[in-house]
T-cell receptor, first 115, second 114 residues
């Protein structure tokens, strides 16, 4: 079946540091890949997505590239801010070939940015 | 603006009571989902529905029930059979069953047993 593995947290960084949160996946077919962000006490918000191999999703300074050869979708940001502190979820959709129960999520990575 | 509305934001339940969490969307999405999130944990799928009058159990459906009488609405009832209901509940919707373009989430309901 489909699965998503992401690095466990919490990840603690200083402001302006470079961020990488690793995400690897297992899926049949050609999934779409997503990063969601959850701020305390709120629902999840779509941060970025990529729907085919070699696509790069980007938003708010965050980027992730769909690497089919390594089955990865690592999230990066060049200079993090305190306001980026949140929980980040990697997810995949198996698309029309499957995924009857929707998205498959990783367990989430708690990111803490210290001033 | 289109979106998903969950209500109430906070809900308190006494032992042995059933409570219903509301989820309404005006996005014209076909599919809707309910997830449970425990502190420091990921998301666990409770139920999902791909069309009106049809729904399927997810990974942790025991002690929960749903209905899908209208496309816009997917309420979740937490029954007295759910032994540990204290959690954060998230509703989501997607345009299609894929869902190739991801979910839209509501802002969640925090349920506490008192």
């Amino acid at each position: 079946g489909n699965s998503v593995t992401q690095m466990e947290g919490p990840v603690t960084l200083s402001e302006e540091a470079f961020l990488t949160i690793n995400c690897t996946y297992t899926a049949t077919g050609y999934p779409s890949l997503f990063w969601y962000v959850q701020y305390p006490g709120e629902g999840l918000q779509l941060l970025l997505k990529a729907t085919k191999a070699d696509d790069k999703g980007s938003n708010k300074g965050f980027e992730a590239t769909y690497r089919k050869e390594t089955t990865s979708f690592h999230l990066e940001k060049g200079s993090v801010q305190v306001s980026d502190s949140a929980v980040y979820f990697c997810a995949l959709s198996a698309g029309s070939g499957g995924g009857a129960d929707g998205l498959t999520f990783g367990k989430g990575t708690h990111l803490i940015i210290q001033p | 603006d289109g979106g998903i509305t969950q209500s109430p934001k906070y809900l308190f339940r006494k032992e042995g009571q059933n409570v219903t969490l509301s989820c309404e969307q005006n996005l014209n999405h076909d599919a809707m989902y309910w997830y449970r999130q425990d502190p420091g944990q990921g998301l666990r799928l409770i139920y999902y529905s791909q069309i009106v009058n049809d729904f399927q159990k997810g990974d942790i459906a025991e002690g929960y029930s749903v209905s899908r009488e209208k496309k816009e609405s997917f309420p979740l009832t937490v029954t007295s059979a759910q032994k540990n209901p204290t959690a954060f509940y998230l509703c989501a919707s997607s345009l299609d069953r894929g869902p190739r373009y991801g979910y839209t989430f509501g802002s969640g309901t925090r349920l506490t047993v008192v």
